[in-house]
């Protein structure tokens, strides 16, 4: 069965540091592309970045320079280090299975497995 | 980016109508959209993936349809479990996925 578990988040000052953690089960993160996503409260989904089976890493610009996602292999584990953190960060963040294929019809990705979230809280 | 507006923002219907939701790119994507469904406090769950397909043991009253910049949602026969906000995605910028604001479904 398939299940990713975060962890990591809690209560953090404006342009702090955190790290949120992702754990596979059923599955292996490195032969998947692995994203984050975030919602902030009362508020829509964001895709926050990825990193593909290859290592590629890419960011949306809301986070870029500042976050940075990584996987353990040994682990079977996602990281989002989160750097300078600001009032605008407060989410949950939710990571993500993120399934690409192709078909006869050509590339074919979506999110098929979510994990529970974790609330980070960026306040002073 | 690719920005993706869904219409309306908030619905309201009753058990038996018939529902859609519409989602419209800023530019052409082709067939490279999906949509989720997501209940308060849990995550999202995938229902349509690259505009048409049904999500394995997704209930068949769910469909989609579109392709380019035009692509629509629909709940042919309102449940009360279907009681949720629902999210269009686009794909075809690989490395900037983007979603639609939501659209909150509630019951009449």
């Known amino acids: 069965e398939v299940q990713l578990v975060e962890s990591g988040g809690g209560l953090i000052q404006p342009g702090g540091s955190l790290r949120l953690s992702c754990a596979a089960s059923g599955f292996t993160v490195s032969s998947n592309y692995m994203s984050w996503v975030r919602q902030a409260p009362g508020k829509g989904l964001e895709w926050v970045s990825v990193?593909?089976?290859?290592?590629?890493?890419y960011y949306a610009d809301s986070v870029k320079g500042r976050f940075t996602i990584s996987r353990d292999n040994s682990k079977n584990t996602l990281y989002l280090q989160m750097n300078s953190l600001r009032a605008e960060d407060t989410a949950v963040y939710y990571c993500?299975?993120?399934?690409?294929?192709?078909?006869?019809?050509?590339?074919?990705?979506?999110?098929?497995?979510w994990g529970q979230g974790t609330l980070v809280t960026v306040s002073s | 980016d690719i920005q993706m507006t869904q219409s309306p923002s908030s619905l309201s219907a009753s058990v038996g109508d018939r529902v859609t939701i519409t989602c419209q790119a800023s530019q052409d994507i082709s067939n490279y959209l999906n949509w989720y469904q997501q209940k308060p406090g849990k995550a999202p769950k995938l229902l349509i993936y690259d505009a048409s397909n049904l999500e394995t043991g997704v209930p068949s009253r769910f469909s989609g349809s579109g392709s380019g910049t035009d692509f629509t949602f629909t709940i042919s026969s309102l449940q009360p479990e279907d009681i949720a906000t629902y999210y269009c995605?686009?794909?075809?910028?690989?490395?900037?996925?983007?979603f639609g604001q939501g659209t909150r479904l509630e019951i009449k």
């Open positions: 993500a299975r993120d399934r690409y294929y192709y078909d006869s019809s050509g590339p074919i990705r979506y999110f098929d497995y």
């Open positions: 990193i593909y089976s290859g290592g590629s890493t």
């Open positions: 995605q686009q794909y075809d910028n690989l490395h900037s996925i983007t």
